[in-house]
């Protein structure tokens, strides 16, 4: 169906940051399949890890154990401090468990129609409930009836929380994105998710944090909530977690790792050991090759760069990013500026209209990172003084 307006361009071969398309051109990769492919294309220690994988047992059901996916969820929980873990297949289904885990907690509390508080330009999922979650209209129209029991509030906005609490009982939780990606890269005040702890504690609420885009290192961290001291209740990620192989999953701790019980929730393909062998390769080449803490010096190296090469310009609203998350919000509609790039041998993305979004790869080279800061800046500044 012809659900994606796609470039005129297609790709045969990776290799790390590199792409090449059927016509032999090479592109600088600095989207990374949407914050997919951290470790870049074809990294050898995923794919070995996938195909010795197959050759042993692809898959079983979730009707069995599988020692690979407990290991998985082992490695997860240590590395969030979350204590269960149910698997998926993709960001929106990790959120749509997230999303059943707060009405089971809200009736758990007795309230009879329990609500979630969304913010304003979030990006949830396209399914049903995640699309009601997103706070995005263009991800919703045509789709009504929506699914009840979401209350929307302005992003980075602790006061219209709190009068939310003051006029509802019936909610159970908040959804929120710790840096927004698809809404354009905005990275709230820095009180903002302890704001939100804080009354999630005063109210009995659960925080639950979307982690799909930001989380496995992107920002820095490998949750951006750690960049506070926080604990959400339950954090969901996805994307990063398989470089490419699908694998979504939701974790909770406290009374919120205990609500799905046998027989509430559950999925074919959910952590298969084929799944849990690409993940674990993943968390592990994370680990020995330290690309989180790279992954914040190199998105300070980008920052910078962008701020020297690009603050002064007229038309440059904002540069702003967390880690390998990048906006450069402009005065102005730039989605041509997609074309531009692709047509230079570079992969950027727009979002939100006006903001040229950045997702590099975590592997990805100081140099590297100085050819996307030139190549990039180059191309705003043409397309701002035309
Ligand atoms: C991409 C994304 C999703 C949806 O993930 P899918 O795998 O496309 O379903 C949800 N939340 C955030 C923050 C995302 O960036």
Redesign the pocket.
């Known amino acids: 169906m012809s659900t994606y307006a796609r470039l005129p361009v297609q790709f045969e071969r990776g290799e790390g940051v590199w792409l090449w398309d059927t016509e032999g051109k090479q592109y600088l990769d600095a989207l990374s399949g949407?914050?997919v492919c951290g470790l870049g294309h074809a990294h050898p220690t995923v794919a070995e890890a996938i195909s010795a994988q197959a050759r042993r047992l692809i898959h079983t059901s979730n009707l069995y154990g599988i020692p690979l996916q407990a290991a998985l969820a082992d490695r997860l929980s240590q590395l969030s401090a979350m204590r269960r873990v149910f698997f998926c297949n993709?960001?929106?289904?990790a959120?749509e468990a997230a999303i059943k885990i707060a009405r089971l907690y809200g009736h758990g509390r007795d309230t009879e129609c329990p609500a979630i508080i969304v913010m304003e330009n979030s990006?949830?999922?396209?399914t049903l409930a995640?699309l009601t979650a997103t706070g995005n209209r263009r991800v919703q129209a045509g789709f009504e009836p929506l699914v009840q029991g979401f209350i929307r509030v302005p992003y980075n906005d602790l006061d219209a929380i709190r009068t939310v609490a003051k006029n509802s009982s019936d909610v159970a939780a908040i959804l929120v994105?710790p840096v927004q990606?698809?809404g354009g890269i905005n990275v709230p005040d820095p009180g903002y998710l302890a704001g939100i702890r804080e009354i999630c504690n005063e109210q009995n609420w659960l925080m639950m944090v979307?982690e799909?885009?930001t989380g496995i290192g992107r920002t820095g961290q490998w949750f951006a909530y750690q960049h506070t001291k926080l604990l959400p209740d339950v954090v969901t990620v996805?994307?990063a977690l398989g470089n490419g192989f699908p694998i979504?999953a939701c974790l909770a701790r406290g009374d919120a790792a205990d609500l799905l019980q046998p027989g509430s929730h559950g999925t074919t393909f959910g952590g298969n050991p084929l799944a849990s062998s690409a993940a674990m390769a993943v968390l592990d080449v994370i680990e020995a090759e330290q690309l989180v803490a790279h992954a914040e010096k190199l998105g300070k190296q980008l920052l910078a760069g962008f701020i020297e090469k690009l603050s002064s310009l007229d038309g440059v609203r904002a540069i702003r990013g967390s880690g390998l998350m990048i906006g450069i919000e402009l005065d102005r509609p730039c989605g041509e500026l997609v074309k531009t790039a692709l047509h230079c041998g570079l992969l950027i993305n727009v979002t939100a209209e006006r903001v040229v979004r950045l997702l590099p790869p975590l592997i990805t080279s100081e140099k590297q990172a100085s050819m996307i800061v030139d190549k990039v800046s180059d191309l705003v500044r043409d397309f701002l003084t035309g």
């Open positions: 949407i914050a993709s960001g929106a289904e959120n990006f949830h999922g396209r995640t994105e990606g698809e979307d799909i885009q996805a994307k979504g």
